[in-house]
């Protein structure tokens, strides 16, 4: 390593890193797509693409890549999920903190976000235990199933009791852990109307939406913000809190279900272009994975948070 | 578009007891503030920078600005008296005009911070302008760091006007160096704050311990 600058020693000159390998500002920008990399609003000086592997621990169980994807067609919606890691994370060599999951079987349709916010990056592991379990439940789902249309609430108990066993089987404590989790459980579409009804359970900030004709509807309750107040970034959240809310929502043929991590959910209403290059892409179908990535995961400057979108498109009325 | 920003305030005392090698101290050590923290691409896009300063009178030497965006930073001059009730005047009125210009430009702010450096006892009784900036009743009210230096400086006071955390000199230095320490603990302050991930959020982190400090007791407010 090369000393600080100091009387009497040369300062390090970019290009001079150990091993000659470029420093930060000589790395190109990546393209993504066929279009580069997309920015909506102002340019950012913080780089899109990541400037160090991640110290990859082996607690974290897997290889945690920067980008995950997956998707499903089905008779009923098209189910597309991304979950990118932020810049915030690339450029200090964090692991990405967001997790999702997806279940699938003759009664329901299940999507699930979860948004690590404990430290020592042990958020991630919350989070993807948090979506996991909750894919794997049976129990959990039925609840959901069951629910009825009054809003209410609903103990996650056994999401948080898998958290904490592995917190205690691997020395992590439960607050380092903490994550907040969001999970649709979407029904077949009813024969007669085409209305399709998904129960929403959410636990924290990661907000869930209605894409309607390329337009965004927030579906849960936007936590109460005076016109003249500042930004607070506090959020209930897992495995120390287990009460969430549970509630139904009636969607139609072409309407896309949307849950997203806070990293997505902030910018919507913070950036239009960001918002309507997204909903567009739901419109007519659901887009390709790779183009959903590129906006997505596209620059929007301070925004630097994990970006996951998990959505399903309901299929248009025959 | 609406960006979420950090504002972090430097107000810094410029009586006339700070002349020499206190103010050579905070002037040497400004560009190396600017230099890190407008070139590090994780706090230069969501922070944003401000110094007032006072002394009989306050006046703000630099408006809130994007550190990576401004060419050098205003220099600070030994003047006269230690009015900290025109410092905490000043500090409101500005965070008030700074957090109203950048919401019509549809950004969101987070608290603001707020370091506060002095060497003296203020010349009057500054409670009410105190109260006026922390009070609940001010949206915008800012987290404020305080930190004193030199010998003159009464600890009881630095701790009263901080609302999240206190420093005094504990006479290891000389007052250049603990300068140095302390601009060293802004810009560390900053790139943590703007760095530490907790969702989209910031939370304020100071270094727990400043070489050449001794952290004091805040009182709750």
Not at chain 2, 35 to 40: L, P, R
Request: net charge negative.
């Amino acid at each position: 390593m090369r000393h600080q600058a100091d009387e009497g020693l040369a300062t390090p000159r970019a290009g001079d890193e150990p091993g000659g390998f470029p420093a930060t500002t000589d790395v190109p920008s990546p393209k993504q797509g066929g279009t580069g990399v997309l920015t909506f609003g102002d340019a950012a000086t913080m780089p899109p693409a990541p400037v160090k592997l991640t110290e990859q621990r082996m607690r974290h169980l897997e290889y945690l890549p920067d980008t995950a994807l997956d998707w499903l067609e089905t008779t009923a919606g098209s189910i597309r999920a991304v979950s990118a890691r932020g810049r915030l994370h690339r450029f200090s060599g964090e692991v990405r903190q967001d997790s999702f999951a997806l279940a699938q079987d003759e009664d329901a349709l299940v999507l699930i976000v979860a948004d690590g916010v404990g430290g020592e990056s042990a958020g991630h592991i919350g989070a993807a235990l948090a979506a996991r379990t909750a894919a794997n439940s049976r129990a959990l789902i039925a609840r959901a199933l069951a629910h009825g249309a009054d809003p209410g609430s609903i103990m996650l108990s056994e999401l948080s009791a898998a958290i904490e066993a592995v917190g205690l089987d691997r020395g992590i404590p439960a607050q380092a852990m903490s994550t907040t989790f969001t999970m649709a459980v979407v029904s077949p579409p009813a024969s007669a109307t085409g209305a399709t009804t998904a129960a929403i359970i959410q636990l924290g900030d990661s907000p869930v939406w209605r894409i309607r004709d390329s337009a965004w509807t927030r579906l849960d309750a936007v936590p109460e913000a005076e016109a003249d107040s500042v930004l607070s970034t506090s959020t209930l959240a897992l495995p120390l809190h287990i009460e969430a809310s549970i509630w139904s929502e009636t969607l139609s043929p072409g309407d896309t279900l949307a849950l997203t991590s806070d990293g997505v959910g902030n910018i919507i209403p913070q950036n239009a272009d960001y918002a309507e290059a997204l909903g567009r892409l739901w419109s007519g179908s659901a887009p390709a994975p790779s183009d959903l990535l590129s906006v997505v995961d596209a620059t929007v400057r301070t925004f630097e948070d994990d970006r996951t979108f998990v959505g399903i498109r309901l299929a248009d009325r025959a | 578009m609406g960006q979420n920003i950090l504002p972090f305030y430097l107000v810094c005392d410029e009586s006339g007891s700070m002349a020499g090698a206190p103010i050579d101290s905070i002037n040497e050590a400004m560009p190396k503030l600017h230099h890190e923290i407008g070139t590090n691409p994780v706090v230069a896009d969501k922070t944003q920078f401000s110094i007032i300063g006072f002394s009989d009178s306050a006046e703000v030497l630099l408006e809130l600005s994007d550190l990576s965006r401004v060419t050098s930073l205003p220099t600070v001059t030994p003047k006269g008296g230690t009015s900290y009730s025109a410092a905490l005047r000043c500090i409101k009125d500005q965070i008030e005009l700074d957090i109203e210009r950048l919401k019509r430009e549809d950004h969101s702010v987070y608290r603001p911070v707020v370091f506060f450096l002095t060497d003296g006892h203020p010349s009057a009784d500054w409670r009410t302008e105190w109260d006026a900036l922390v009070s609940e009743q001010f949206n915008y009210r800012p987290h404020i760091v305080a930190f004193g230096i030199g010998n003159q400086v009464d600890a009881s006071v630095i701790s009263s006007i901080a609302t999240f955390r206190a420093f005094i000199d504990d006479g290891t230095m000389s007052p250049a160096m603990a300068l140095r320490e302390f601009a060293v603990a802004l810009t560390k302050s900053i790139v943590m704050s703007g760095s530490k991930s907790q969702g989209d959020g910031m939370t304020l982190q100071t270094p727990e311990e400043v070489p050449g400090f001794k952290a004091l007791k805040v009182e709750q407010v």
